[in-house]
T-cell receptor
Framework: DQQVKQNSPSLSVQEGRISILNCDYT??????FLWYKKYPAEGPTFLIS?????DKNEDGRFTVFLNKSAKHLSLHIVPSQPGDSAVYFC???????????FGTGTSLTVIP | DAGVTQSPTHLIKTRGQQVTLRCSPI?????VSWYQQVLGQGPQFIFQ???????GRGNFPDRFSARQFPNYSSELNVNALLLGDSALYLC????????????FGDGTRLSIL
């Protein structure tokens, strides 16, 4: 039972353009969301988080949008750089625990 | 500052054996979580420990166990290994017990022959 879904296994974007990665969830109890970036042979690196009391959070080139009614979140990277090429995971947790449910990841390729 | 460190980096075992994986959290972090990641999937939650107490357990059999020590480091034990236990095992630490970003180590790659 996949509670967090990333329906696009891969995405290619030109350098300098916007990258938009999408994530859908089914559990309405999820109230805290994270995005991670993962390079091969390394652990996931935390990028940005958002709480369900917000609908947007920005950190430099990274912005996360949360649409609670649609149970959808997205990560925008502007401008995209070749070093952003990696697998991106979204993750969600509910309530007082720090148990995160992860999506299956989207592989982003930024073309120079 | 040192990040989350895991040992060993790679391990090869045979079916039926037992394995212990180790994790040292970021200094000041009191919560440690363990995840299993198989190829093509996202990490799947196994355990969370906070202040040496188990705070959560994922849908894994009793062959999986863990503990957290007074210095907040942690061990994951897996008994009676099966071929399906072959995976990347990730440890993550966070300052608090809930609604906190988790910071991951580079994992232990476990291969079962």
């Amino acid at each position: 039972d996949q509670q967090v879904k990333q329906n696009s296994p891969s995405l290619s974007v030109q350098e300098g353009r916007i990258s938009i990665l999408n994530c859908d969830y089914t559990n309405s109890m999820f109230d805290y969301f994270l995005w991670y970036k993962k390079y091969p042979a390394e652990g996931p690196t935390f990028l940005i988080s958002i709480s369900s009391i917000k609908d947007k959070n920005e950190d430099g080139r990274f912005t996360v949008f949360l649409n609670k009614s649609a149970k959808h979140l997205s990560l925008h990277i502007v401008p995209s750089q070749p070093g952003d090429s990696a697998v991106y995971f979204c993750a969600a947790s509910a309530g007082t625990g720090n148990q995160f449910y992860f999506g299956t990841g989207t592989s982003l390729t930024v073309i120079p | 500052d040192a990040g989350v460190t895991q040992s060993p980096t790679h391990l090869i075992k045979t079916r039926g054996q037992q394995v212990t994986l180790r994790c040292s959290p970021i200094s000041g972090h009191k919560s440690v979580s363990w995840y299993q990641q198989v190829l093509g999937q996202g990490p799947q939650f196994i355990f969370q420990y906070y202040e040496k107490e188990e705070r959560g357990r994922g849908n894994f059999p009793d062959r999986f166990s863990a503990r957290q020590f007074p210095n907040y480091s942690s061990e994951l034990n897996v008994n009676a290994l099966l071929l399906g236990d072959s995976a990347l095992y990730l440890c993550a630490s966070s300052q608090g017990a809930a609604n906190q970003p988790q910071h991951f180590g580079d994992g232990t790659r476990l291969s079962i022959l």
